[in-house]
């Protein structure tokens, strides 16, 4: 049986309350201190770093706001290609697999999981540990790559969707963009904030209904 | 092979049209119904609250029918090679489940042109044969404005459409769409709200001389118990609406307006999990289908008629593999099945302002369009080559609202799509754009086609149906000249920053295959152009009805409350006339 894998992470660099100043810089608060162990379902630890530091160079913490580190982006995607996405579950599978024109999508035969490893093989062994204008240097190198590509989708989903799949932590990413969640109506502000934010706290899906649900990677074995 | 106890009816597929045709038969006749459906059964309201999940829902897919089984073939012609649609792509997939895809689509519900069902006719009278796009096989419905008018208003009824009537009898309405066929009743609920970029589209397109009205949506403004005495609530404007399932049941779902009616009948039977491979027929007649379940097990299902009403192009397909009528032959003009696939031609654009418009709002119908470039595009039009138009309509409410809306920012405004430069562009346009959208009427061509891929088989080793289509040069000088009208109304708006997205210049790319395709078994006039009649009845097989898009002769905007309406039609024919005389209706 494979060996399980962890990823240690500084709790304070995963999640948290974003606080916006009186001049719009937004700091973010941590009630969390130390480190947390999070269990890999799919990477190697040796892996993991390396998506960390790539998709932090996708999506960096700057002076706007936070990152794809602080929202905890590489267990999303972790978990993505551990479920029935990595292994290509509902994809069609059936050869003869023909390269086309875009039109067509992805037609190669590598699933998710092997496009990733390969992918991470290419960026190198001391990815994670290159100063931050080399990463950059060899990500642009692979930038029309299928792996980059999905890299950068991934990153997005990973930022913004529902934490149940183990990204925006703490709703991190919503609370950035002020979006305020899944929320079962606005029935009551509808035609109402013409040209002005209509802004609430953010809820998670299972914040909203009450109760847990189980997203498909959780349901459904890769 | 098990053969089952035979029955009178068999429906393929729960979709609109199928439950409309299921339901009228179950409740106004004895006969029994069986309709098969291969995916699962309604998942409840409840479930659709636990979807409103951008990542499972909207990017993996979950609740779609699954591509692993195999969907279809693409190219964009006869001298390509078709490659397998081995994902779906960010546009409509096709529905699995019942309901089909009704239970994700977006309720935009406008009805055609009269002039559409007459579209061969009207345009030659107009223009002459010779102008208009060469290889075109463009051609009528055989059934006019007053044989479709009646049941239009029998699904707008049952489905609760919201909207503002333009031309009630032939009386024109300001604040309707002036430019729509006599209606003969005023919508069952009043418009949706106009939200605020469509207001100042409304605005803007009025100073420029044209007429915007509510776009008809199919979702409630209001509760609504239609005339089957079923009572819905009204939108609650939650954003999550084309492309998720309704939570509280105010988006029209024949899984809340009609399978109640039908379950309710003792003579009607939904069958779920059951993938139909065949119709199988004996001596010109249709004798029932066959079909096989989850574990591999085949069944025979006798049946007296059989109502085919899978997604559009699997119509054609099952027809295909079933050896029932003539495969279309692109060299020789010859046969009929496969004929005439299309798409929607599309203008579209991205606009950009510098307030916040709560993108999270409201629902997938909810747009303000105008029906000025709706039908003929005129003398101006018609110079250029661009004949026929769609409603060019204005939203704001993104459907999933964030992961898909990040990173929609000003075309060039930044060099590189990742990175600190990226991330701050994009978080200075979030919510803060809107679309602009004209899905419009698509010529048929002689060389766009279906038939059965050689190479590719589906998980029970049937071929996969091959989709060839391509966009032509008309479809570009159309496009363009709707995108070029669209563009100055957004700037009209005062729009900062416009990113226009007409049908691309490139050739040689295979058109989209989703629930947005018509095609493959059309209606007509005549057996020699046609493989249904126009009662969607089989012309071959009297007791073989095929309804759905399938029937559509030519690509035209949102189509379902048309195929609903001919779906109603079709039931009306089938229980009051071939029933009292068993054969051909024409």
New interface residues.
Partial sequence: MKRREFIELSANSLGGLLIYSLSGVPEVVQAQQGKVKVPLRFFTEAEAKVVVAACE????A?E??P?ATQAGVMIYIDRQLAGP?GSD??????G?F?E????????GKETPREVYRAGIQKLGADFATAEGAKQ?ER?KAI?RSYFFQQL?QH???G????P??GGNANLI??Q?????G??????E???K??????RVKPQS?EQI?GYP?K??EDEEAG | MQTLAPVDVVVVGSGWTGMIMAKEIASRTPLSVVMLEQGGPFRGLAAY??E?????TF??K?QAQ??????AT?R?SSRD?A?????W?AFPWVGYGAGGSSDHWGATSPRFMPEAFEIATHLKRLHGADKLPSNNLIQDYGITWKDIEPYYTRAEEMMGTSGKAGNLNGKKIEGGNVFEGPRSKEFPNPPH????AP?LFSKAAKELGYHPFPMPSSTLSQNYTSPDGVTRV???????CSLFGC??GAKASPNFTLLPIALSKKNFTLRTHAHVRRVEHKGGKAVGVTYVDDSGTQYLQPAGAVVLAAWVFNNARLLMLSKIGQQYDPASGKGTLGKNPTYAVHSGLDFF?D????I???SGGMATAIGDFGGDLGAEGAAEGAFRGGLVFCYTQGSP???SA??TIPDGEVK?????QW??AS?KW??RFGTFLSTQNHFPYRHNYLDLDP???DKWGDPLLRVTMDWTDAERKQSAFVTRKQVAIAKAMGALAINAKPVPAAT????MVDNHSHGGAIMGASPQTSVVNPYLQHWQMSNLWVVGGSALPQGEEHLTLTVAALAYRSADAFIDRYLKRPGPLA
Avoid at chain 1, 57 to 60: C, D, G, K
Avoid at chain 1, 182 to 187: E, L, N, T, Y
Avoid at chain 2, 355 to 358: A, F, Q, T, V, Y
Avoid at chain 2, 508 to 511: A, I, K, R, V
Wanted: with cysteine.
């Fill in positions: 160079r996708i999506f960096p700057d706007t706001g990152g996405y579950k509902h994809r069609y599978t059936q003869p023909v086309s024109v875009p039109g067509h999508g992805y037609q950059d990500l930038e950068r990153t997005i989903e930022m913004f969707c529902d149940m799949h990413g919503w950035w963009l002020g979006y305020p899944p929320q079962m109506g606005f029935r502000q509808i035609g904030y013409n040209g002005v934010a209509y899906l209904l649900i997203p498909w | 609250g636990k409103m999940d951008e990542v499972d990017i993996r979950r699954s591509p692993s089984v195999g969907l693409t964009a090679r490659n397998p649609v081995r994902q792509g709200p106009q939200l605020y207001q009204g939108c609650q404007y939650c954003g999550h939570m509280v302002l307030k916040p418009l709560n999270f709002m409201g609202p964030v992961i990040f990173g590189q799509n990742w990175g600190s991330k701050k978080l979030n919510d190479t590719y088989t040689g790319s295979p058109l």
